[in-house]
């Protein structure tokens, strides 16, 4: 069998053109940390998971060399799965879930992932073993601490093993257009577990365990009063512009207002939980003064950012003549979106949508430009060299139109509130969401 470390040509190819694609998914990205990443020694990355395959490309793509990841056995069902996934640096982890029987074939799968930190080449390894819809941090398995230790054992001397925690957050999950925080923390060296893990493997197999979930925790949104979720995730977005205004944060600690904005909610995630375990009793009135401020076409992220004080008109109508003027490409681009989301309406896992949307504009989008220039060239005679410049070109105008699109969902969706059948609603909304901030700020005061 190949290397699965090695880096072929097809590959390559394939990632740089999906690398190149990543970044205009979302609308804005802010990564920190990549100075933690150690270069040339055995790494094991332990991102939180969320949203199926877009976790590991938030860490493949931020990263300059290839990155080896290990993924649930049921997505490699056939000989073809198996070969792609093989291809793309994935090899399979078997749970009972799999079946009982197929728990031995996790030797082989560990002993594989080994020699790839022996060679010195990085491994991602999802530890909470399956994601969720939820903005919390599940336990850890037992898979990743098994494979750092074995790895280790088997190092030379003064060589160790890294785990870097990396924390990955977006502002909402189910199509394109969120923003995106990818944060890698402090490495923490499997060496410095080796004397107890001679003496208790179990031991130092928790303290690994604890000191991994205690680091990812810290770079992430994690809200622990599961009982409350449904109160205080939305509580935590809603009340992130007034932390924002009361607190001052600056671009220094922040480069980009998605950044402020994850920083707010993650500080006020770590206020709410105190205050749900401390039954706080304003907590209960906060909760009560944002009830109006709901509704399932957007998310709680979104609404916070809606709510703020409207566009003005002379705005709105600059962006009508934009979306003019891309309008060619946004038709161009509406085959991708409409495949992407029937097929999402097949798949309950919303967790999945987002990765689905995004493999779909993979596919489809150049495919469709395509035989858009293909028309064109043969209409204009363009010829084949001009022909190509055209298609490029149009690929870039298509990224743009896309662009545009996510930059201008919340903007058309607080235009229909605001004037629309739901403008009643909206405005008790408002009014709801004033309130609440001023009674916040007052709090954080």
């Excluded at 819809?133 to 098994?146: D, M, Y």
């Excluded at 989008?365 to 005679?381: E, G, K, T």
């Excluded at 363009?382 to 105008?397: E, K, N, P, Q, T």
Aim: hydrophobic share 45%.
């Amino acid at each position: 069998m190949s290397d699965i470390t090695r880096r072929t040509i097809p590959y390559r190819l394939l990632h740089t053109y999906v690398k190149s694609v990543f970044p205009s998914f979302f609308r804005q990205i802010e990564v920190r940390g990549a100075e933690n990443v150690p270069s040339d020694v055995p790494v094991i990355f332990a991102p939180n998971h969320q949203c199926g395959l877009m976790d590991p490309l938030c860490v493949l793509f931020f990263q300059p060399d290839p990155v080896v990841f290990m993924a649930r056995a049921d997505i490699f069902k056939n000989e073809l799965a198996k070969r792609f996934l093989r291809f793309l640096k994935i090899t399979p982890v078997f749970r009972i879930r799999d079946g009982y029987e197929n728990l031995s074939k996790n030797e082989a799968q560990f002993d594989l992932a080994k020699q790839v930190l022996l060679k010195h080449k990085k491994l991602c390894i999802m530890p909470e073993g399956r994601h969720g819809n939820q903005r919390t941090l599940k336990p850890l398995v037992k898979g990743i601490f098994r494979i750092a230790f074995a790895a280790e054992e088997a190092l030379d001397p003064g060589q160790t093993v890294h785990i870097i925690p990396v924390g990955i957050d977006y502002s909402h999950y189910e199509h394109a257009g969120a923003d995106l925080i990818v944060q890698y923390g402090t490495p923490i060296r499997v060496c410095d577990y080796m004397d107890q893990y001679r003496e208790n493997a179990v031991q130092a197999t928790l303290k690994l365990k604890q000191d991994l979930q205690q680091a990812i925790s810290s770079l992430m949104l994690d809200i622990r009063t599961l009982d409350r979720y449904e109160e205080l995730y939305p509580l935590a977005c809603l009340s992130a512009p007034a932390y924002i205004e009361n607190q001052g944060i600056t671009p220094t600690s922040a480069r980009t207002l998605a950044g402020q904005l994850f920083d707010a909610r993650k500080a006020m995630s770590i206020r709410l939980d105190t205050m749900a375990a401390e039954q706080d009793p304003l907590l209960e009135q906060w909760t009560e003064i944002f009830k109006p401020i709901q509704g399932k076409d957007l998310f709680p992220t979104q609404w916070a950012e809606i709510l703020q004080e409207p566009v003005s008109i002379a705005m709105h109508v600059f962006q009508g003549i934009i979306h003019l003027v891309l309008l060619p490409f946004s038709l161009l681009n509406a085959p991708a979106h409409l495949i992407a989301r029937k097929m999402n309406k097949a798949v309950e896992d919303k967790q999945m949508h987002t990765t689905f949307s995004f493999v779909v504009g993979l596919i489809v989008v150049p495919l469709v430009y395509l035989l858009a220039a293909i028309v064109l060239a043969d209409w204009a005679d363009l010829g084949f060299a001009r022909g190509l410049v055209s298609y490029g070109l149009m690929l870039i105008a298509a990224r743009l139109a896309e662009r545009w699109r996510q930059y201008n969902r919340l903007m058309n969706a607080r235009l229909r509130l605001r004037f629309g059948k739901d403008s009643i609603r909206f405005q008790r909304m408002q009014s709801a969401y004033k309130k609440g901030k001023r009674s916040l700020k007052k709090r954080l005061q």
